[in-house]
């Protein structure tokens, strides 16, 4: 079985019941839910205008290959009402591959590790909270140095 670290994200909506719906459709239809960070409301990245996040990360265990993950949480995010209007935009629901395995996958439309991870006070915070001594295959570095490291200064607190 091979561990995926996923990172949830709300800015729309009851923020809340979008987590939670999320991991309903994760553990329905890809693996069931391991272990889970604590929800934590952030900045919004990126678009700075944007209504503040909840953000959580959470770890499965699964042998479903990347690709099929990837398309299975894509599929989510759109039941679930997303619309992908703008870059870094609101949204209902977003769900990020942050790892799979110690797999590095460099393809046009998944790219693991996830290829901001490290610039983000938002991921690191809950994925540290899981998974301090995580490596990063490409970093070369574990979750806790890469927080330490972090020059992210949005306010991140856990909820």
Same mark, same amino acid.
């Given at each position: 079985?091979?561990?995926?670290?996923?990172?949830?994200?709300?800015?729309?909506?009851?923020?809340?019941?979008?987590?939670?719906?999320?991991?309903?459709?994760?553990?329905?239809?890809?693996?069931?839910?391991?272990?889970?960070?604590?929800?934590?409301?952030? !900045?919004?990245? &990126?678009?700075?205008? $944007?209504?503040?996040?909840?953000?959580? #990360? /959470?770890? +499965?265990?699964?042998?479903?290959?990347?690709?099929?993950?990837?398309?299975?949480?894509?599929?989510?995010? !759109?039941?679930? &009402?997303?619309?992908? $209007?703008?870059?870094?935009?609101?949204? #209902? /629901?977003? +769900?990020?591959?942050?790892?799979?395995?110690?797999?590095?996958?460099?393809?046009?439309?998944?790219?693991?590790?996830?290829?901001?991870?490290?610039?983000?006070?938002?991921?690191?915070?809950?994925?540290?909270?899981?998974?301090?001594?995580?490596?990063?295959?490409?970093?070369?570095?574990?979750?806790?140095?890469?927080?330490?490291?972090?020059?992210?200064?949005?306010?991140?607190?856990?909820?």
């Amino acid at each position: 079985m091979i561990d995926v670290f996923l990172l949830l994200g709300s800015n729309l909506g009851n923020r809340k019941l979008f987590l939670d719906k999320a991991i309903e459709h994760i553990s329905a239809e890809i693996a069931s839910v391991e272990k889970a960070s604590s929800i934590y409301e952030t !900045q919004s990245w &990126g678009k700075t205008d $944007e209504p503040d996040y909840l953000n959580q #990360v /959470i770890l +499965i265990k699964t042998n479903k290959p990347a690709r099929v993950i990837l398309q299975k949480v894509l599929n989510i995010e !759109q039941e679930l &009402g997303r619309v992908r $209007e703008a870059k870094w935009g609101s949204r #209902v /629901i977003d +769900i990020d591959i942050l790892f799979y395995g110690d797999a590095v996958i460099d393809e046009p439309d998944l790219k693991v590790p996830h290829p901001q991870l490290h610039n983000r006070r938002f991921t690191l915070e809950p994925l540290n909270e899981l998974a301090p001594k995580l490596f990063h295959p490409v970093l070369r570095k574990n979750i806790n140095q890469l927080k330490t490291e972090l020059t992210d200064s949005l306010i991140v607190k856990k909820i």
